[in-house]
């Protein structure tokens, strides 16, 4: 059994996609990053970092792993799934996926924050990190016309990538004018895994004012 530690961020939508895809059960605990819990001392015994999402693999004697990455390649080695055994294979997918790591996560995250939350609205912040996000994602257009996926099969590199470029309109951005982007994401938001990793976790009851709060909060934490 696998605890998943987790909120509505597209990180924590990689982490529970890739559960469903691998097929592992797992238990889910979720975070209210509005209330730093996160931030507890009994958390950040699972992850340092105090960011989401962590897991812990009981049966590895509650093996815990941070990093959203980590936990793809963590969960693909563990089951043998999406990601390959070959040198170059294997390579291929964690070039891709660092590429989402290192470039989209971050510059999209930015853009996010700076886009809905920043107090203050500085415009050069805004075009620079919307027009570096939409330049990955013109890169990844370019690689998704020449493959089906972007490492040719279904990997972490997808997993990792779509809940990212899913969330694009949040940040100010289209994809029009990318017909293979476009493509690559209706495909795998139709596979039923991606699906229920993505009402992972289940919406909570709460008023429209702590509602607000949460949004600003993932959104300050969206890096996490």
């Known amino acids: 059994m696998i605890d998943l530690y987790t909120a509505a961020t597209p990180n924590g939508q990689k982490a ?3 559960l469903e895809e691998v097929e592992l059960p797992y238990e889910v605990h979720p975070l209210e990053l509005s209330k730093q819990q996160q931030k507890e001392a009994w958390y950040l015994k699972i992850n340092p970092n105090g960011r989401i999402p962590a897991i812990v693999d009981r049966a590895e004697d509650n093996f815990a792993i941070f990093e959203s990455g980590a936990i793809l390649v963590y969960l693909a080695e ?3 799934r999406l990601l390959p055994n070959d040198k170059k294979g294997r390579s291929l997918v964690l070039q891709w996926l660092m590429f989402q790591m290192g470039g989209v996560g ?6 996010g924050v700076f886009y809905r939350y920043a107090p203050e609205k500085i415009p050069y912040a805004i075009d620079r990190y919307q027009r570096e996000t939409r330049r990955l994602y013109e890169v990844l257009d370019k690689r998704l016309g020449e493959a089906q996926y972007l490492a040719g099969e279904y990997s972490i590199a997808d997993v990792a990538t779509f809940p990212w470029v899913r969330s694009h309109t949040w940040v100010g951005l289209t994809v029009d004018g990318l017909p293979n982007l476009q493509r690559w994401m209706a495909e795998i938001e139709a596979r039923p895994a991606v699906q229920r990793g993505l009402a992972v976790p289940k919406p909570r009851a709460v008023s429209e004012e702590q509602a607000s709060a949460d949004r600003v909060a993932a959104a300050q934490k969206i890096l996490v």
């Open 16 to 18: 529970s996609i890739m």
């Open 78 to 80: 563990k089951t043998g």
């Open 106 to 111: 971050p510059m999209q995250g930015q853009a």
